[in-house]
C-alpha cells in the first residue's frame, strides 16, 4: 500500500481498459503455470511488520515523515496513518536457526528505530490497536501524504456513496461513524510470507484458512478501540468495515466484502486470482505499459502489474502473491492474520507454530479441507476474534474445544512436526514452541494482559482514558524487554 501513485481521475473507459488488462494478465498466469516457469525449490519465509508511533504518554503522534527521515532506511516505509511506519524484513530460508536469526534482526532494527525516533519524543509501539486512539487521532487530515492513500480514500468512499460505519458490539459497544477510510489506520498487524510452488499452494492455502482461528486465540493483541472494549482481536472486524465498500443494501444482496475469509477451499492458486477478478471491481485502476502476452511471447517475465494492483485492494486474511525476483516468478502465501506484538520473541513464537503447523497439515494424507467444512473454519475465526484464549474452536476428531485445549493436547505436536521437516534447529523449536504452550497454560496473551490491566487500574480509581494510557505506558516498556507477554507482570 505505500508504493507512490500520481493521483488521477478515473473515467468509465479507463476501468473498462483496466478490467480487460486484469484479465490479459490472468491469462499470462495461466500460461506461466502451464508452462512450469515458477520458481519451486527456494523456501523462503518474510516478514511485514506494521508499528505505532507514539509519545512518552503513550498517545499517537502523527510524524511518521519525520521518524523515517530519521531512521533513513529502504527496509521502513509509510503506513496510511500518520502514527504508523511499517518494516520490511529481508526474506531468509526456512531452515536451521533462521528465527534466532529474525528475532535477533528484527530486534536490531525496532532498538535502532526506537533510538532515532527519541530523537524527536517519539517511541514506536508494536501493538494490534493503539489504545489511546480517539476519533479525533483517525480523520482525514492525519492519512499519510501518498496519492496512493488518497485514491484509495476517494474511491472506496466513491463505491460506498455514504459514510462508513463502525458497529461493534463486544463486552462493549462502539457505534461511529466515518467520512474516510483512516480508522483503518488503527490497525496495525504482522504479515508472514512463505514461498511455495505452484503444486503446494492449495493444500497450504487451505491449511492456513484452517488454523487461522487458532492463530488468533493465541495471538490476540487488540481488545481496546477508541476507548471501548470489545472483541479480543478487535483489529478483524475493524478492518473488515473500516473499507467496506457496501452499503447496507448490497450486503443483504450477498456482494462479498473487499476484506474476506473466502467462501471454499480451493483446488489452484488460478481459483483465487479467479474470485478477484470475477467478483471485485477496480479500487486503483492503473494502468502500466506492458503488454503480458508479447512478453510470453519474447521467453520474458511478465510482471502483471495490474493483477498484482487489484489483488492488493482486496484484503484477504491469506493472500495470494505473485512477484518476480531475479528474473523469475514465484507464488507465495501471505499470512495477514495476526496482530503487531506484543514483542519481538512473541512475534517468532507465532511464526514458528503458523510456519510449523501449516507444512504438516498441508501434507497430510487425507487434506484438512476434507476432515472440516469451509463454514467451520470461518466460525472458528469469528469466535476466536471475539473470545481469544477462551473461545471454542471445532477440530476434527475433537468436535468443539477451548483454543488453549485443542492448542495443547492436538495442534502443538503437529507444529513441532512439521518445524522438524523444515529443518529448523531443535532448540528454537522448543524455546518458541514453549511460548505458545506457556501461552495457553496461564491463559495470557497480548489481549488478556491489556484487559487485566485496565480492570486493575479502574478498580483503583483511574477513569477509563486516564486506565488506558498508563496500561500503554506499561506495555510499551515490557515490549522492550522482550520478554514473553506471558511472563508480563500485573502491576
Given at each position: 500500500?505505500?508504493?507512490?501513485?500520481?493521483?488521477?481521475?478515473?473515467?468509465?473507459?479507463?476501468?473498462?481498459?483496466?478490467?480487460?488488462?486484469?484479465?490479459?494478465?490472468?491469462?499470462?498466469?495461466?500460461?506461466?503455470?502451464?508452462?512450469?516457469?515458477?520458481?519451486?525449490?527456494?523456501?523462503?519465509?518474510?516478514?511485514?511488520?506494521?508499528?505505532?508511533?507514539?509519545?512518552?504518554?503513550?498517545?499517537?503522534?502523527?510524524?511518521?515523515?519525520?521518524?523515517?527521515?530519521?531512521?533513513?532506511?529502504?527496509?521502513?516505509?509509510?503506513?496510511?496513518?500518520?502514527?504508523?511506519?511499517?518494516?520490511?524484513?529481508?526474506?531468509?530460508?526456512?531452515?536451521?536457526?533462521?528465527?534466532?536469526?529474525?528475532?535477533?534482526?528484527?530486534?536490531?532494527?525496532?532498538?535502532?528505530?526506537?533510538?532515532?525516533?527519541?530523537?524527536?519524543?517519539?517511541?514506536?509501539?508494536?501493538?494490534?490497536?493503539?489504545?489511546?486512539?480517539?476519533?479525533?487521532?483517525?480523520?482525514?487530515?492525519?492519512?499519510?501524504?501518498?496519492?496512493?492513500?488518497?485514491?484509495?480514500?476517494?474511491?472506496?468512499?466513491?463505491?460506498?456513496?455514504?459514510?462508513?460505519?463502525?458497529?461493534?458490539?463486544?463486552?462493549?459497544?462502539?457505534?461511529?461513524?466515518?467520512?474516510?477510510?483512516?480508522?483503518?489506520?488503527?490497525?496495525?498487524?504482522?504479515?508472514?510470507?512463505?514461498?511455495?510452488?505452484?503444486?503446494?499452494?492449495?493444500?497450504?492455502?487451505?491449511?492456513?484458512?484452517?488454523?487461522?482461528?487458532?492463530?488468533?486465540?493465541?495471538g490476540a493483541n487488540s481488545p481496546f478501540?477508541?476507548?471501548?472494549?470489545?472483541?479480543?482481536?478487535?483489529?478483524?472486524?475493524?478492518?473488515?468495515?473500516?473499507?467496506?465498500?457496501?452499503?447496507?443494501?448490497?450486503?443483504s444482496q450477498g456482494v462479498r466484502p473487499?476484506?474476506?475469509?473466502?467462501?471454499?477451499?480451493?483446488?489452484?492458486?488460478?481459483?483465487?486470482?479467479?474470485?478477484?477478478?470475477?467478483?471485485?471491481?477496480?479500487?486503483?485502476?492503473?494502468?502500466?505499459?506492458?503488454?503480458?502476452?508479447?512478453?510470453?511471447?519474447?521467453?520474458?517475465?511478465?510482471?502483471?502489474?495490474?493483477?498484482?494492483?487489484?489483488?492488493?485492494?482486496?484484503?484477504?486474511?491469506?493472500?495470494?502473491?505473485?512477484?518476480?525476483?531475479?528474473?523469475?516468478?514465484?507464488l507465495r502465501v501471505e499470512n495477514r492474520?495476526?496482530?503487531?506484538?506484543?514483542?519481538?520473541?512473541?512475534?517468532?513464537?507465532?511464526?514458528?507454530?503458523?510456519?510449523?503447523?501449516?507444512?504438516?497439515?498441508?501434507?497430510?494424507?487425507?487434506?484438512?479441507?476434507?476432515?472440516?467444512?469451509?463454514?467451520?473454519?470461518?466460525?472458528?475465526?469469528?469466535?476466536?476474534?471475539?473470545?481469544?484464549?477462551?473461545?471454542?474452536?471445532?477440530?476434527?476428531?475433537?468436535?468443539?474445544?477451548?483454543?488453549?485445549?485443542?492448542?495443547?493436547?492436538?495442534?502443538?505436536?503437529?507444529?513441532?512436526?512439521?518445524?522438524?521437516?523444515?529443518?529448523?534447529?531443535?532448540?528454537?523449536?522448543?524455546?518458541?514452541?514453549?511460548?505458545?504452550?506457556?501461552?495457553?497454560?496461564?491463559?495470557?496473551?497480548?489481549?488478556?494482559?491489556?484487559?487485566?490491566?485496565?480492570?486493575?487500574?479502574?478498580?483503583?480509581?483511574?477513569?477509563?482514558?486516564?486506565?488506558?494510557?498508563?496500561?500503554?505506558?506499561?506495555?510499551?516498556?515490557?515490549?522492550?524487554?522482550?520478554?514473553?507477554?506471558?511472563?508480563?507482570?500485573?502491576?
Amino acid at each position: 500500500m505505500g508504493d507512490r501513485v500520481s493521483a488521477a481521475e478515473f473515467s468509465p473507459e479507463d476501468r473498462l481498459r483496466y478490467r480487460v488488462k486484469v484479465k490479459a494478465c490472468l491469462e499470462a498466469l495461466r500460461q506461466l503455470l502451464a508452462d512450469q516457469r515458477f520458481e519451486t525449490e527456494r523456501k523462503l519465509i518474510g516478514l511485514e511488520l506494521e508499528l505505532n508511533i507514539a509519545d512518552s504518554a503513550g498517545c499517537p503522534l502523527m510524524v511518521n515523515d519525520d521518524v523515517l527521515k530519521l531512521i533513513e532506511s529502504a527496509d521502513y516505509q509509510t503506513e496510511l496513518g500518520q502514527f504508523n511506519i511499517e518494516v520490511n524484513v529481508a526474506p531468509h530460508k526456512l531452515v536451521g536457526t533462521v528465527f534466532r536469526e529474525l528475532e535477533e534482526e528484527v530486534r536490531t532494527s525496532l532498538n535502532y528505530a526506537e533510538r532515532r525516533a527519541g530523537e524527536i519524543g517519539a517511541h514506536i509501539v508494536m501493538i494490534g490497536i493503539l489504545p489511546t486512539l480517539r476519533n479525533p487521532h483517525v480523520t482525514l487530515e492525519n492519512v499519510t501524504n501518498n496519492p496512493r492513500y488518497a485514491l484509495l480514500n476517494d474511491q472506496v468512499l466513491a463505491a460506498r456513496g455514504e459514510a462508513l460505519l463502525l458497529q461493534i458490539d463486544g463486552v462493549e459497544q462502539l457505534t461511529a461513524y466515518a467520512d474516510s477510510i483512516a480508522p483503518e489506520a488503527a490497525a496495525t498487524s504482522v504479515q508472514l510470507h512463505l514461498q511455495v510452488s505452484p503444486d503446494g499452494f492449495a493444500p497450504l492455502w487451505n491449511a492456513a484458512q484452517a488454523i487461522a482461528g487458532v492463530q488468533l486465540a493465541l495471538g490476540a493483541n487488540s481488545p481496546f478501540l477508541l476507548g471501548r472494549q470489545l472483541w479480543q482481536e478487535t483489529r478483524i472486524v475493524l478492518l473488515e468495515q473500516s473499507i467496506d465498500t457496501r452499503t447496507e443494501e448490497i450486503v443483504s444482496q450477498g456482494v462479498r466484502p473487499r476484506t474476506w475469509f473466502g467462501e471454499r477451499w480451493i483446488d489452484a492458486v488460478t481459483d483465487l486470482f479467479d474470485e478477484n477478478v470475477r467478483y471485485y471491481p477496480a479500487l486503483l485502476p492503473l494502468l502500466v505499459d506492458e503488454e503480458p502476452a508479447a512478453m510470453l511471447a519474447r521467453g520474458d517475465v511478465p510482471h502483471l502489474a495490474e493483477l498484482r494492483l487489484h489483488n492488493g485492494t482486496i484484503y484477504r486474511w491469506n493472500r495470494p502473491v505473485y512477484d518476480v525476483a531475479r528474473g523469475k516468478p514465484h507464488l507465495r502465501v501471505e499470512n495477514r492474520v495476526l496482530a503487531a506484538g506484543p514483542t519481538v520473541v512473541d512475534t517468532m513464537a507465532n511464526a514458528a507454530f503458523y510456519y510449523g503447523l501449516v507444512r504438516t497439515l498441508s501434507e497430510l494424507d487425507e487434506p484438512i479441507s476434507a476432515q472440516m467444512s469451509f463454514a467451520a473454519a470461518e466460525e472458528n475465526f469469528r469466535t476466536a476474534a471475539r473470545h481469544g484464549l477462551v473461545a471454542e474452536l471445532f477440530w476434527p476428531g475433537l468436535g468443539p474445544v477451548p483454543a488453549a485445549e485443542l492448542v495443547l493436547r492436538r495442534l502443538l505436536p503437529l507444529a513441532a512436526a512439521g518445524l522438524d521437516r523444515w529443518h529448523v534447529d531443535p532448540a528454537d523449536r522448543d524455546r518458541l514452541l514453549g511460548i505458545i504452550e506457556q501461552r495457553c497454560i496461564t491463559g495470557r496473551n497480548g489481549a488478556t494482559w491489556q484487559v487485566e490491566s485496565v480492570r486493575q487500574l479502574e478498580a483503583a480509581g483511574a477513569s477509563r482514558d486516564n486506565a488506558l494510557a498508563e496500561m500503554t505506558r506499561r506495555y510499551a516498556q515490557h515490549m522492550h524487554t522482550n520478554t514473553p507477554v506471558h511472563t508480563w507482570p500485573l502491576e
